[in-house]
């Protein structure tokens, strides 16, 4: 009999694109962000992927001590592997997007793969109201807003987290970004087994057609061959249909209130185990099984969660 294969579900539990107006289910404070990232693993999500936020305003926050008042929650209650992120807020510098992950050491980072425009001000259309002064002057700062991650601020990051043995989730947002990965694999400055996390629906980045989310598969197929780990990020009302792709062409799933705050058209996703939930139905619908957290460490060769510094 065939052996089910196992397909990791990472969840994305606040981020810093959607802002607090948007959706009163975002996770802001240290104690939402820890509850719905517990929540989020007990339904599936073998990682979290983690931003912090000003639990007065919701603005991103990239301090160490922003973080440090969930992750032990976190890591106490749940054997998710906690996924650190290095990308922050776009407006952020390199230096202070890296400061969570080389503070706690997690097993697992993202890492944004090459520069892009990263522009947010369309959500100014959708949303008549909000409830801090700086969410609005942030959309539409966006119009001029270049997401900076030049060669020399990954190897930064690459270079800040080399003793600390983490691992990355590496986040392209269009075809160049794979042939930069691929610089990096040539150098030996990564190392396999690659997480290639393609991001689709960001404008500035590769749209949602399926033909592009298949056309950076075949790419990331032709430069990494066996070396590496695919999987999908579908941003807004693309989310699930994208990680159905994935699915059902061997890739693992991203979903989670960063990506997008809906979970049916119309309808707010009311947490991040709400897509999680759904995203599992759509894997074990077409026969696949949900990778545990462990079984996830042993596809990424990740350390484990005793070798973080992350009490």
Known sequence: MAKQRKVIITCAITGAIHTPSMSPHLPVTPDEIAASAIEAAKAGAAIVHLHARNPENGRPDQSPEAF???LSTI?????G???LTT?????MTVAERVQPAAHFKPELASLNMGSMNFGLFPMLGRFSEFKHEWEPIVLENSRDLVFRNTFKDIEYVLATLKDAGTRFEYECYDTA???NLAHFLDRKLVTP??????VFGILG???????DVMHMKRTADRLFGRDFEWSVLGAGRNQMPIAAISAATGGHVRVGLEDSIWAAPGRLAVSNAEQVTIARGLIEGLGHAV?????????LGLKGSTQTSID
């Open 205 to 211: 980045g590769i749209g949602p057609h399926p033909d």
């Open 177 to 179: 970004h794979l042939y």
């Open 81 to 83: 592997v906690i996924n």
């Open 193 to 198: 087994p690659l997480f290639v996390q393609t």
């Open 68 to 70: 440090g008042r969930f």
């Open 75 to 79: 890591k106490n209650a749940c054997d």
């Open 291 to 299: 990778a545990t957290p462990d079984e996830a460490r042993a596809i």
């Open 87 to 91: 990308g922050g807020a776009p407006s």
